[in-house]
């Protein structure tokens, strides 16, 4: 069954070599009891080591079943260890954060047999050694002499050809001394069993057979004269450990150091708390952005003017002070090289407008670019509104905006081309040169109801005489400027909404059909025809960017400068700029209208700088993730040394250098699950405070700290990748180690 031919191992220390065996030549065969006797140091326990498979000689040849090992790769010892070999140890080496009957049941594990099975043949085995009582204990609840019959029920489990027992009564009383050689004894009836010993009397008394070692040599052998035949049926059955196996070892070992396992878990967590903080908080952010724009934004206009709104290069949005989104209309006044596109808004795209399926939009507005003369009279006084400092802005005339940003607080809203409405801030506030202009006195408050039915004219440009002084332009009206004016009557008053766009918004707003009345009344005055006559070919581009944009002011072009469009709703949105985008489909660059999508543009900026953001807090973040992931290297490592002896005793029972690998990838894999769990559920308890404290600092804001299902689950597989990744090299190190020196540790 075994032979060993002339095998030689040799110890190397610097230039010193030592021979722990030399040539020794021995055959063993089924049914033998072997004692190998000899002082310390003599070898046994080495030539035991190399019949099991745990070391590896340096000449000669081990012949199992008259087959060779001389080929033998790695793998093949694993699998003999395994299938052929039952170690029983002085020390017991029962790994011992597993019960008795996982520990039997290992060596089955590694073979690949079945739960249910491996369970049945593990329970049979206890009870034939006597344990069937003990099975569910850890290893430190048996006395010595109910450990070392687990151990044997562990050699025993995979029906192995040899039981290698070294010193088996070494740490064990007399008494049960001999009722674990009477055990022994029993198995070498139906197996080979070589047993290292220095006890005399024992092996005298129990073994079939002595062999006598000194100084590597051989010395004394008992009746030698065995042939050994080969067997055909002989092969190996390679081992595995599956990684759930792998996990369930290292999941019983982390719970025997609970409290370094949670530490270590939680400072793992760390960076994933602040990763996921980020991610919540950004994911808010971006939340109410949406909501922003579906619900507030939505209402804000497409806008198509002749030079395309941009924010980037400057004009036409200053860097200062805040946007009008309502109803100013642009007036462009830089260089043309700064301007990158005109949009020329002719006929043909004007009917395209209008032939917009009606479900798409709510309203279109044009803006003319009308600067009008406005005029109150108050007794014989006429004041101007510029010489009053005051503006007039065209209302939008779309009422689902209307309705969203402002409540009715006097009249009613502008029906009509001649009706105006007042606009004040949300808390009743309005610009006092209104007040002045409308004939009031500001010192005192103004009902609103004294406002209503307020008369005042816009004067035609036939009928303002101008003057001029030194660099000022004066407007002249008279009796008769105010008589052939257009009538207007203020037909309410309106507040806006403190939460709304417009809520510092005040003045006074006329109909958006009032440019479309007064340009029909002036684009045949003679204010136009003189402008109309200025030669175009003698202006340079700016200058006649200039003039174009002063015969709108004077109301001589019904071509429209500006044109919102309005969506009948956020969902409706997208239809209508595709149906934009379709103009412009195989037309020429140059040609080609671009608008802007103010809402999209808003909060696109606000989403960017929320990501700009979070990327760098992410960043940080990451920075601890790093750390935490070297530091469980380092815990994984000192794993590593904690279980150097649970390594050699999972490769005695055949376990592969992969699978002990995968045992402490899997402790890393565990450690990483936990940490990224826990650190997914701490983000999700401080959100809690978190979002308190923001909705009482931005007034209102409710969930910004969101955690998106996703991003937990990304958050946690990347904990797990980080700590394995960290747990490589150390599970590299635990896998390389020397079976027998990982044996020998502690002792």
Known sequence: MLELKKITKIYTIGDINTYALNEVSLKFRPGEFVAILGPSGCGKTTLLNIIGGLDQYNSGDLLINNTSTKGYKEKDWDSYRNNSIGFVFQNYNLINHISILENVEMGLTLSGVSKEERKMIAIKTLKQVGLEDQMYKKSSQLSGGQKQRAAIARALVNDPDVILADEPTGALDSTTSVEVMNLIKEISKEKLVIMVTHNQEIADQFASRVVKLKDGFVIESSDESIQILKDEDYHLKKTSMSFFTALKLSFNNLKTKKGRTLITAFAGSIGIIGVALVLAISNGFGNEINKLESETLSTLPITITEIPLTFQGGPPFSTEGQIDNNTETFDPVYESEKVDHYNVLTEEYLSYLEDMPSEYISSIQYYYGVQMLFLYKNDDTITTSTSANVTFSELSNNSTYIDGQYDLVAGELPTKNNEVLIITTFNNEIDSHILEFLGFDVDTGVDFANVIDKEIRVAF?????????????????????????????????????????????????????????????????????????????????DQLTQLNLQKHAAGCIDNPLAINIYPSSFEFKDEVLGYLDSFNVGLPEEDQLIYTDLASTISGIMGSIITSISTVLVAFAAISLIVSSIMIGIITYVSVLERTKEIGILRSLGARKKDISRVFNAESFIVGLVAGTLGVMIAYILSFPINIILERVLDGVKNVSALRVDHAIYLILISIALTSIAGLIPARIASRKDPVEALRHNE
Request: hydrophobic share 30%; aromatic share 6%; charged share 20%.
């Open 461 to 541: 440009s036939d009928d303002i005489e101008y003057t001029v002084a030194g660099t000022d332009v004066i407007a002249n009206v008279t009796d008769e400027s105010y008589q052939n004016g257009i009538i207007l009557r203020v037909s309410g008053v309106v507040k806006a909404k403190k939460d709304g766009l417009e809520a510092n918004t005040s003045g006074i707003y006329y109909h958006d059909k009032l440019e479309n009345l007064y340009i029909a009344s002036n684009i045949d005055s003679d204010t136009c025809d003189t402008i109309n006559s200025i030669p175009s070919s003698l202006l340079s581009p």
